[in-house]
């Protein structure tokens, strides 16, 4: 196992890079990103969506020790905390440097469209961040009764945001192949997915290092096991259905973007990384509970994470890739989509931020107390 | 009180391109940034086979989606029917790129503002064409006020079978194209 | 000549104004609104997108051009612009102008140097070469022909006669037979037929806007336009038809067309047994040309012929076969003899000096300067042979051969060129073959950018002023479209130069104070001007004002006849003359007959290679213009064009990069999968392939036929024959 003296300097190294990603985006802006009017969202909203949705993750996954009282979860109740809040803030970055003119956004306050679902994802977001951030302060000095009723606030707060998430993918007018009811839900399992998956890794990663906190912590691994698997088994579900009957259901837009999926320019993208790493792997290694070794779990984390990360991505594109038929008639060139080595320096910067004061926190606050 | 509208008869485009550039040169952007397209299809096999082009721009809808989804307001209708962006408000979250059926946003790179066509709002006003209907040769376009039953556009519109683009997405444009 | 009195220019201004086609600040509205936007002026002049040079006001906002909109009286415009006048006009600030006088150092190495150095150094080096070598060892080439006026001068004075055009790259067929079949050219009356058939001329990508404003005129009123072209090309959207034909076959479907017309005694029996002389020879000469003939050369339908032939008859004689422009009349084998049978047809219909068919230019005589002509010198025979005894004889002197200087340079018969707003190593054959010219003692180029011309070949650059930095002389306003009465406009300047550049004229006094011949430029281009439009009754002052002016008809309908009652076109029998004596005279047909194409494609991977213009490129002299490439880049506008059927064979997908290979060169392009195109064919577009890395948005953009073209003179009339290329396609790179 890697120590974490070496994890600390590989992730400074990669928040160097993120931090000249992000020099990169401020300086010359679009011009060194993927997008461009046909495709108008590229792999910083892909980047932002995962640490957003993550973030909600994290919260429900701390929730069922807060909220729901299950004394199991308890031993990684306070890591999913500031996990959640250390992931949100990844995704703000993201997202601010993709705004074009973040410097705008106090408008948000004085000029509110309250149709526009990405005020209220901004919005919600706020408010979920807020509680998030007074429920952790509020641990912080033991005030339990105010820690249950603000935990219950984020919740509802993280699920609102999240679903909402999915509702500006979902209530896009252009967007046939993002629209509809599902993507508030899908969101939520993606967010659920992907925290557990945070859940298993960072607790193989710090737990060793730190005996003290352990507590009853050796039976959470094979639990965090299963829930993944439910979690892997909606995500499949979700997908195989939505595919499905996009690509049947032959609707303009929607059809489209099945296709770029299952044999389009996304293709290898979707069935190597999206179906491979999110289903096929993690399925694999965790069909069978009676086999669950802590590895096991940790290897169908990791893939499922990375996968995850990219059905981020194939969502965002699949979406705009087919040109908008605004004219009747026939199909024309895909439009052309890469991710821009400064949009993967984001991707980098942002998961070492995540772990460098992951191990920060974890060092200044959790070497030396006891589980709450 | 005036309501601005234009009837464009795709059948007359020969696909110069003039529209584009006059467009450009009227508000001073740069070549790759345009406020108008051309979409070109191809009806039918060799021989026997039609080259059509149909000009596209922003649609001026009564019902526009980029309005909905603009989280400040930036995007905004003025009562004569036109739709404009106020820069100052703008954040540059492109969601109004993602939220047109038409495809009528382009990204001012400098600004990082979403832009599209004006209706050449401060022109019309005074009474001017916007350039992309005075430059056309083929005169595939005109604009007018349809609340004046002596303008062009409004004869014109009491007299042609007419269709919008996308009518079923519901954004009521006030773009209007000639059936043939 | 008829005169105008200041009187008959007055009430016309006010005609004009009644109709609200005055410039648009004498307008009464438009002053107040003009008064309230003081900092904008709108300066009437001509544009330089394309040889047309349509009557535009340009915008100066604060010193600073801002945009142009078409002239409301100019004929060719009606206040309409094309992009490329738009594009044209932001060039103005387009970085890649040659901005002072260059001297070459090396390959691709310039050094910039005075106007007084670069006179002096030219002027002596021109002097040298005249005396060793003589007046015919200089050669000035030019796309023609509006530096005429001035290289005359120069010419003369050292006694070189070789004044060269680019025409043989555009259209000499058609002027080479126009002027000995009928005398003149005429031109369709698109607003008043009934029936036009266009065969390879498009007139929505060489575009005149008026032009088609008035072909789509004449459709609202009913009437019925047929579109002829191996390509779908824009024209052929509006047309009621489109019929592919098989590339360099037009001729045949021509003699088939006549044919149907005589058997069926369709055509004009009295307008052909009193102005046409020639027919009983055309007819027996062209008997066999039946539509059954015709269909397996041109793979038009037998049936097709006939109707077309039957449908123009029925509504002739308000119908004509367009006359054509750059299309046919410089890219075959049998390019004369196609540009014959356009004669033929049109005086078989009968629609000659006719309203809805064929009419000549207004145009108005104008006034000339008096000023000192050099002394005269003995001249030799012309460089290029154009005009003289020997293989050349038939073809134009005033157009020339351009495509032989550089052969003639390696023969070291030509020792000076000039080269005046024309760029031969990107529209000639062969660049490879056109950068000879380098080599002659001296090569002075005078282009606005940074052309290939000047980058490969020139030794001095002597940049020319925009055309909003100059004032020309007054032109008639006429062409390719009619209009009974004639106008006259004047490109005008602008604003001040940008650079350190100068007029044709200042460039020319600047050599002549060095050559000695200071006297015979010693005028202005005001004074000049103001001489052309003294006998029309008007002044400069009020061209000025108008940018364009039109005045009382001089065009009357009917054939020309003598004060007898004779036919008198300026034609040796003064009838149209379906057989050209000049042609018997030097062993060729007098009359049109079949000549098939020099070269036919075969194999299952060979395609004719044809090229066309592209409705927002003037050829390759925008192809620099950031404006109208970003039009080719949002198009794929550089990519070529391929039948669909013949790229499933070759297994070949829209987008793919191909390979096209002649005995010349061998070029990657990206691939249009179309089904607007004849299977026969590779279609690409003139604008691009630019080599010249001083011009940086042009440079290794696309392909170009010219890359393709072996160096060829067709016999009559001295073209190209742009299209007598067969090349090889196949997928992938190598």
């Not at chain 1, 807060?66 to 890591?79: C, H, L, N, Q, S």
């Not at chain 2, 096999?45 to 526009?64: A, F, G, I, L």
């Not at chain 3, 880049?633 to 829209?654: C, D, F, H, P, V």
Request: aromatic share 10%.
């Amino acid at each position: 196992m890697v120590s974490a003296v070496t994890w600390k300097r590989i992730s400074l190294v990669m928040m160097l890079l993120g931090a000249a990603g992000a020099g990169a985006i401020l300086l010359f802006g679009e011009a060194v990103l993927g997008t461009t009017d046909g495709v108008p969202w590229g792999s910083l909203i892909a980047t932002y969506l995962f640490f957003a949705a993550a973030s909600v993750g994290l919260t429900l996954m701390a929730s069922l020790w807060y909220v729901f009282g299950i004394e199991a979860f308890k031993p990684v109740t306070k890591r999913a905390l500031y996990l959640a809040i250390l992931s949100v803030l990844m995704g703000f970055g993201a997202i601010g440097l993709e705004l074009g003119r973040p410097l705008n956004m106090f408008w948000l306050i004085f000029s509110p469209n309250l149709s526009s679902a990405i005020w209220w994802m901004g919005t919600l977001y706020a408010v979920y961040l807020g509680f998030r951030i007074l429920c952790v302060y509020c641990i912080y000095k033991q005030d339990e009764g105010k820690v249950l009723t603000f935990s219950r606030i984020t919740v509802v707060a993280g699920l609102l945001a999240v679903s909402n998430l999915g509702s500006v993918f979902g209530n896009a007018q252009a967007r046939p192949f993002w629209q509809g009811g599902a993507m508030p839900f899908y969101f939520i399992i993606v967010a659920l997915l992907t925290g557990t998956a945070i859940l298993v890794v960072t607790f193989a990663m710090l737990e060793k290092s730190k005996p003290a906190v352990a507590g009853n912590g050796e039976a959470l691994p094979p639990l965090l096991g299963r829930l993944l698997l439910y979690f892997v088994v909606a995500f499949g579900f979700f997908k195989f259905w939505y595919l499905s009957n996009s690509i049947y259901g032959l609707n303009p837009g929607t059809f489209e973007g099945a296709k770029i999926l299952l044999s389009g320019p996304l293709s290898v993208q979707f069935w190597a990384l999206e179906v491979g790493l999110t289903i096929v792997i993690p399925l694999f290694l965790l069909a069978r509970p009676e086999k669950y070794t802590n590895g096991r779990i940790l290897w169908a984390a990791l893939a499922s994470l990375i996968g995850v990360f990219f059905a981020h991505q194939n969502f965002v594109l699949a979406g705009q890739l087919a040109p908008l038929q605004v004219i009747p008639g026939d199909m024309l060139l895909y439009h052309q989509y890469q991710t821009m080595p400064a949009e993967w320096a984001i991707v980098v910067g942002g998961i070492g931020a995540l772990i460098y004061f992951s191990l920060w926190v974890e060092h200044k606050f959790f070497r030396s107390s006891t589980a709450a | 009180m005036a309501k601005y509208a234009m009837l464009v008869d795709a059948g007359r485009c020969t696909g110069c391109g003039a529209c584009r550039i006059a467009c450009q040169m009227q508000w001073q952007l740069p070549p790759e940034i345009a406020y108008n397209r051309l979409e070109h299809r191809e009806k039918g096999t060799y021989p026997k086979v039609k080259w059509e082009t149909t000009p596209v721009q922003c649609q001026h809808c009564d019902n526009p989606p980029c309005l909905h989804v603009c989280p400040t307001g930036a995007t905004y209708k003025r009562s004569d029917g036109i739709v404009l962006i106020d820069h100052k408000k703008c954040i540059g979250c492109k969601y109004c790129m993602v939220a047109c059926p038409y495809g009528a946003r382009t990204l001012d790179h400098e600004k990082m503002v979403p832009e599209k066509c004006r209706f050449c709002a401060d022109y019309v006003v005074k009474g001017q064409q916007p350039p992309c209907v005075s430059t056309c040769m083929n005169e595939v376009r005109v604009f007018g006020d349809v609340e004046d039953p002596s303008s062009k556009i409004s004869q014109l519109l009491a007299g042609e079978s007419v269709y919008q683009l996308l009518p079923e997405r519901g954004t009521q444009p006030r773009i209007y194209y000639v059936k043939r | 000549m008829p005169k105008f009195s200041r009187r008959t220019f007055l009430k016309m201004a006010t005609a004009a104004g009644a109709i609200g086609s005055m410039p648009v600040y004498l307008n009464r509205n438009k002053l107040l609104e003009a008064a309230e936007e003081a900092t904008i002026e709108k300066v009437p002049t001509l544009c330089n997108g394309c040889s047309n040079m349509c009557g535009m006001f340009v915008h100066v906002k604060n010193g600073r051009v801002w945009k142009a909109e078409g002239h409301p009286i100019h004929l060719k415009s009606r206040g309409k612009l094309c992009a490329r006048g738009h594009g044209t006009v932001a060039d103005i600030y387009n970085p890649n102008r040659v901005t002072q006088p260059m001297k070459r150092v090396g390959e691709g190495q310039f050094e910039p140097i005075t106007w007084e150095q670069a006179f002096q150094e030219i002027g002596q080096k021109l002097m040298k070469i005249v005396d060793v070598y003589g007046g015919n060892s200089v050669v000035w080439m030019e796309h023609g022909t509006r530096g005429k006026q001035y290289a005359d001068i120069l010419l003369d004075y050292i006694g070189s006669p070789n004044y060269i055009t680019h025409y043989a790259t555009c259209f000499t067929s058609k002027t080479n037979v126009w002027p000995k079949m009928v005398g003149t050219t005429l031109y369709g009356d698109h607003e008043n037929a009934d029936y036009m058939l266009f065969v390879g001329r498009n007139f929505a990508g060489g575009i005149i806007p008026n032009g088609m404003n008035k072909v789509l005129k004449a459709k609202e009123r009913g009437a019925k336009l047929v579109v002829v072209d191996p390509r779908h090309c824009e024209l052929a959207i509006q047309a009621d038809e489109w019929i592919p034909i098989r590339p360099g076959t037009d001729l045949a479907f021509f003699l088939a067309l006549a044919h149907v017309l005589i058997t069926e005694k369709l055509y004009d029996v009295q307008f052909v047994r009193q102005y046409v002389s020639g027919f009983d020879e055309f007819w027996q000469a062209n008997k066999n040309c039946t539509p059954e003939w015709a269909e397996k050369i041109t793979s038009v339908p037998a049936d097709k012929i006939r109707e077309i032939a039957r449908e123009m008859a029925a509504k002739a004689p308000r119908a004509f076969l367009e006359t054509g422009y750059h299309g046919l009349n410089a890219h075959y084998q049998n390019s004369v003899q196609q540009a014959q049978a356009n004669v033929v047809i049109n005086a078989l219909l009968g629609n000659m000096f006719k309203v809805g068919g064929l009419l000549p230019a207004a145009s108005l005589e104008l006034g000339q300067l008096d000023k000192p002509v050099p002394p005269a010198k003995e001249k030799g025979p012309r460089v290029d042979g154009a005009g003289e005894e020997g293989p050349y004889a038939t073809v134009e002197p005033g157009r020339g051969i351009p495509q032989l200087v550089p052969k003639l340079v390696e023969e070291g018969k030509v020792k000076a060129v000039f080269i005046y707003h024309y760029n031969p190593l990107r529209t000639g054959p062969d660049p490879e073959y056109q950068k000879k010219m380098k080599d002659a003692e001296l090569v002075v180029s005078i282009p606005i950018d940074w052309n290939e011309t000047s980058y490969h070949t020139a030794h001095y650059i002597l940049p020319e002023s925009f055309f909003l930095e100059r004032m020309e002389t007054p032109v008639n306003v006429n062409g390719h479209i009619t209009h009974l009465s004639p106008q006259v406009a004047y490109r005008a300047k602008v604003v001040d130069p940008v650079h350190n550049t100068k007029s044709l004229l200042e460039i020319m006094q600047g050599l002549a104070k060095e050559i000695g011949a200071a006297e015979y430029f010693n005028f202005t281009v005001e004074e000049e001007a103001e001489a052309m439009v003294a006998p029309l009754g008007i002044t400069m002052a009020e061209l000025r004002k108008a940018g364009c002016l039109e005045f009382p008809p001089t065009v009357k309908p009917g054939f020309p006849l003598s004060a007898m009652g004779k036919p008198s076109l300026a034609t040796p029998s003064g009838k149209v003359e379906f057989s050209v004596g000049v042609y018997k005279a030097n062993g060729f047909s007098g009359v049109p007959r079949w000549v098939p194409p020099k070269v036919m494609p075969e194999k299952e991977n060979e395609f004719r290679l044809i090229h066309g213009k592209q409705p927002w490129h003037s050829h390759h002299i925008t192809s620099n213009n950031r404006y109208l490439m970003a039009i080719s880049e949002t198009y794929n506008g550089t990519w070529a064009w391929m039948n669909s059927q013949r790229a499933k064979q070759l297994g070949i997908k829209n987008g793919d990069t191909v390979t096209i290979a002649s005995e010349l060169a061998q070029k990657q392009v990206q691939v249009k999968v179309t089904e607007l195109l004849h299977p026969d064919c590779i279609w690409l577009p003139s604008a691009y392939g630019g080599f010249s890395p001083k011009a940086e948005v042009a440079y290794g953009v696309g392909v170009n036929y010219n890359d393709f073209l072996p160096v060829q003179v067709e016999p009559i009339a001295g073209s190209v024959m742009g299209q007598e290329v067969i090349v090889t396609v196949r997928k992938g790179v190598n």
